[in-house]
């Protein structure tokens, strides 16, 4: 008989403190690894949980579905089809569904989370983990014929791109000066590697303001003006089509304009555009488009999370031609 006297000690497992739901809802923006801002809304109705996400850039759309596993992580999944295969005449014979998901936690006041995306060949796992912090919801729409304004500051001098500079360094400028207007050619050459066009933006960063620009934008073309490098006030050829917050002068995927006053692609058009309290106005070619309305969180493309920081004016420029002139910023005092 074998006997031992060595002392063996047992690891007893932490139990992991469950998270109410409660604690999850509500809107939160993200700032995701490597770069980038996200935002996430999580609600509970009917006995039900759902929510909407922006991750990184493009529009704000519903997830697949919302759910609390093991009792203190909330799962956010949503769905991509993925076309596998096409015929003769480019129609898709064949697509699969590919699912993508968060995996969130709360961490004091905060969450921490990670992404997961499978590749479309099935073959790994691209990941990315993010922070976010939750907003609390946007104050009573201002009396904007209260407000008091500060001395206005011309953000464009009509010949040289003082005051301006790319968002990121390594891409390529397509952004020039021409007979006082602001010019953004990002010529693609048929053959050639992809050239990446950068956004430009104002060394500058502002609170709240009005803003005033005159735009031009040829056929089929795409830009955009962003606020405090948060939101994107849309510049589009969209003359012609219906009601759409994707649309001229649209608070990108949040707040649809209420009638359409653009003008036919070509012409030089006026916006007149003010950010306040976090709400947001926009004149278009005269016309009063989108009046006080709350923006409730970062669009596609914002290079800013925190709604409450000061942060640049900055022009899209990687999307498509666009003229632009005689931009005028007059800053909100309070």
């Not at 006997?3 to 939160?28: A, H, M």
């Not at 936690?105 to 921490?112: A, C, F, H, L, S």
Request: hydrophobic letters at 35%.
């Amino acid at each position: 008989m074998v006997t031992s006297c060595k002392n063996e000690t047992t690891t007893v497992p932490v139990p992991v403190q469950k998270t109410d739901i409660s604690e999850f809802l509500g809107q939160w923006t993200i700032d995701v690894e490597g770069g980038g801002v996200s935002w996430l809304e999580v609600t509970q109705q009917n006995n039900f949980l759902d929510g909407k996400l922006l991750w990184i850039g493009g529009s704000v759309l519903p997830v697949g579905s919302v759910f609390l596993a093991k009792d203190h992580v909330l799962m956010v999944q949503r769905t991509n089809s993925v076309v596998r295969e096409r015929d003769a005449n480019n129609n898709p014979v064949k697509a699969n569904q590919v699912t993508n998901w968060l995996e969130i936690v709360k961490k004091g006041d905060k969450i921490e989370g990670i992404i997961l995306n499978p590749k479309n060949n099935g073959l790994g796992v691209d990941t990315a983990t993010f922070t976010g912090t939750k907003l609390p919801a946007p104050p009573a729409a201002p009396d904007l014929s209260k407000v008091k304004y500060g001395d206005p500051i011309t953000l464009f001098n009509g010949k040289d791109l003082t005051g301006w500079r790319l968002i990121n360094e390594k891409q390529k400028n397509g952004f020039s000066v021409k007979n006082g207007v602001l010019s953004n050619e990002p010529v693609q050459v048929e053959g050639q590697p992809h050239v990446s066009y950068g956004n430009l933006r104002t060394e500058q960063e502002f609170e709240d303001f009005n803003i005033k620009l005159e735009v031009n934008i040829p056929a089929g073309s795409n830009s955009g003006v962003y606020l405090r490098g948060l939101y994107e006030i849309q510049v589009v050829d969209s003359y012609g089509k219906g009601l759409d917050s994707h649309n001229m002068g649209g608070l990108y995927s949040r707040v649809s304009p209420t009638m359409s006053a653009e003008k036919p692609a070509g012409q030089w058009q006026t916006m007149d555009i003010t950010l306040c309290d976090r709400h947001v106005t926009v004149i278009l070619n005269g016309k009063k488009i989108i009046d006080n309305q709350p923006a409730y969180g970062p669009t596609g493309g914002a290079i800013i999370s925190d709604v409450f920081s000061k942060g640049p004016i900055y022009l899209q420029g990687d999307h498509g031609t666009v003229n632009y002139r005689n931009i005028v910023l007059t800053p909100i005092v309070k």
